[in-house]
């Protein structure tokens, strides 16, 4: 399979834990984003790279957030300190920048109990 | 901050009948994208508008974007039971893509 991975598919953790959450991308893409989706709504940006250097963040992103491309290929979001209202869909999406297409992978699915 | 509105929230329709979802913007787009999630899935890439004005055809589906660049709309001619799914619109603006609320399909056969 060649499309956008994401691992794990489900997290389920305690209040104050922090959780990871890893997306390989389609390998010659190299834009980057990740999204926050809750039920009922449309994805929410958190965040963009463009190979590995973070070009935007969310200004709505709270400072417990943080994402890292080290090497230009798979991506790393990481919640430190999560609380019950963090509990959401987390998609990432690649695309090549010559092309419009996102392509978004299956998201890891986290809940904060 | 920007929005993306869409309306309407839920549409249930016979299969046959023709379906719209209308996208706006509280401000001025670069483009705008269009995309299918069908339950328990993740958004499907399906167009990209641009132009002032801009009309695309797909088969049965219309999409319009308005001559301000600040609205939107998808048609469909003649639902399927396979058109199922939610349909959301995405504005770009700068690097970030402001996704609209969706509006959740339902073809009853």
């Known amino acids: 399979d060649t499309g956008v991975s994401q691992n794990p598919r489900h997290k389920i953790t305690k209040r104050g834990q922090n959780v990871t959450f890893r997306c390989d991308p389609i390998s010659e893409h190299n834009r980057l984003y990740w999204y926050r989706q809750t039920l009922g709504q449309g994805p929410e940006f958190l965040t963009y790279?463009?190979?590995?250097?973070?070009?935007?963040k969310s200004r709505l992103l709270s400072d417990r957030f943080s994402a890292e491309r080290p090497k230009g290929s798979f991506s790393t979001l990481e919640i430190q300190r999560t609380e019950q209202g963090d509990s959401a869909m987390y998609l990432c999406?690649?695309?090549?920048?010559?092309?419009?297409?996102?392509?978004f992978g299956p998201g890891t699915r986290l809940t904060v109990t | 901050g920007q929005q993306v509105m869409q309306i309407p929230q839920y549409q249930h329709v016979q299969e046959g009948e023709d379906f719209t979802t209308y996208c706006n913007s509280s401000?001025?787009?670069?483009?705008i994208q269009w995309y299918k999630q069908r339950p328990g899935g993740h958004p499907v890439f399906l167009i990209q508008?641009?132009?002032?004005?801009e009309v695309k055809k797909q088969k049965r589906l219309t999409f319009q974007f308005g001559e301000a660049k600040k609205n939107s709309s998808l048609h469909i001619t003649a639902t399927q039971t396979t058109d199922v799914g939610t349909y959301f619109c995405a504005g770009g603006a700068g690097n970030q893509f402001y996704f609209g609320t969706g509006t959740s399909l339902t073809v009853i056969p």
């Open positions: 790279f463009q190979n590995e250097a973070q070009l935007e």
């Open positions: 508008l641009v132009k002032s004005g």
């Open positions: 999406a690649s695309r090549d920048s010559l092309f419009p297409e996102q392509y």
């Open positions: 401000t001025t787009l670069s483009n």
